[in-house]
């Protein structure tokens, strides 16, 4: 009840203050009002199904439509993974043959940057 009272009173009040607004605000509001209206009749109402546009899709299609894209990104991952791993076996192997073809020193073999001289002295 008194939700209802003073629902009337703000009413009258945004009623009231529409007086000073411009012709156009008034009948924008209005169609505002009109379609928030509109919203919360069809909320009460029981939900109908929209009609479909054309025939629905056949179940095989949804579910290839809806697996096909999580399969391509877990074989572009499974790709990527092989190509980055092919990459650090191909440096190693390239180390390694520096390092059987050349004669170095023991001491070169125990620094951390050896690898990287390799790889740079070799290209």
């Known amino acids: 009840m008194k939700e209802q009272s003073l629902g009337r009173i703000i009413c009258r009040h945004l009623d009231d203050g529409t007086e000073q607004l411009s012709y156009r605000v008034v009948e ?16 009460s109402k029981p939900c109908s199904p929209a009609p479909a546009a054309g025939s629905p899709a056949p179940l095989w299609w949804r579910v290839v439509a809806t697996t096909a894209p999580l399969l391509l990104l877990v074989v572009g991952v499974f790709l990527v993974a092989s190509v980055q791993q092919e990459q650090s076996v191909a ?33």
Do not use: C, Q, W
């Open 28 to 43: 924008r509001l209005a169609a505002a009002r009109a379609a928030a209206l509109e919203r919360v009749e069809s909320r």
């Open 91 to 123: 440096e190693l192997a390239e180390v390694d043959s520096a390092l059987l073809t050349d004669e170095v020193p023991l001491v070169a073999y125990a620094d951390h940057g050896f690898g990287v001289y390799i790889k740079n002295t070799r290209r």
